[in-house]
């Protein structure tokens, strides 16, 4: 059963702060991603990876940074919050191969930034 | 850019009765169409996917269709049942490590 786990379930930080969100899998996937849901918006895509040291930008990136350096593991980074970062915040990770595939989702980190 | 569009945003529809969401994309290399299904408080997963080397595909109370030409994809929920209240996701990709692409959701509410 394949099981994605992020750093925090609730996270309250300060406007201008640096903030870690972390997301570890264990199933040896290959592609791993970072999406924002918002009431209305849906998920959207922030960043995502097809591999070690490998990003790609996603529809909204700004204000985002991500870091892979283990297969398991995926980090987004907020090198300044701002309000607006305000946001559920959700990974998930998939097989690569020559078709898309399942993503297998987080719980999700709820942050709010003051 | 590639777009996904997902209506109705709100559903609601009495136990027992059939539910159907409607969803179009823009790019027409898609060929990857997956349902999520997020229910309160939790994870989106997945309920059903379609490739689009086939035109329908049916997993107990849950189908989909696939009309290519047109570009639209729908879900159909049969006998709805109080436990098929939560927010779906539809999502177009073009595969291959790509990005998937998801419509806003559609809030599906089974009334007693």
């Known amino acids: 059963d394949v099981k994605v786990t992020q750093s925090s379930r609730y996270l309250v930080k300060r406007t201008g702060e640096k903030v870690f969100l972390e997301c570890v899998q264990d199933?040896?996937?290959?592609?791993m991603f970072w999406y924002r849901q918002d009431p209305g918006l849906g998920l959207r895509l922030i960043y995502f990876s097809y591999d070690v040291k490998m990003k790609e930008k996603g529809d909204i990136p700004e204000g985002y940074s991500v870091s892979r350096e283990k297969k398991e593991r995926f980090s987004l980074i907020l090198e300044s919050a701002s309000t607006n970062q305000t946001s559920m915040y959700l990974c998930?990770?998939?097989?690569?191969?020559?078709?898309?595939?399942?993503?297998?989702f987080g719980p999700g980190t709820r942050l709010t930034v003051l | 850019g590639e777009n996904v569009e997902q209506h109705p945003s709100t559903l609601s529809v009495q136990e027992g009765d059939s539910a159907v969401i409607k969803c179009t994309y823009s790019?027409?290399?898609?060929?990857?169409f997956p349902w999520y299904k997020q229910e309160l408080g939790k994870r989106p997963q997945l309920i059903i996917d379609i490739r689009s080397n086939v035109g329908e595909k049916k997993d107990q109370r849950i189908a989909v269709t696939l009309n290519k030409t047109a570009k639209h994809f729908s879900l159909h929920i049969t006998e709805t049942q109080p436990e098929d209240s939560a927010v779906y996701f539809c999502a177009a990709s073009r595969g291959r490590d790509d990005k998937i692409i998801f419509g806003k959701g559609t809030r599906l509410h089974i009334l007693p």
């Open positions: 998930a990770s998939s097989l690569s191969g020559p078709s898309a595939d399942t993503q297998y």
């Open positions: 790019d027409s290399a898609s060929n990857y």
């Open positions: 199933m040896d996937h290959e592609n």
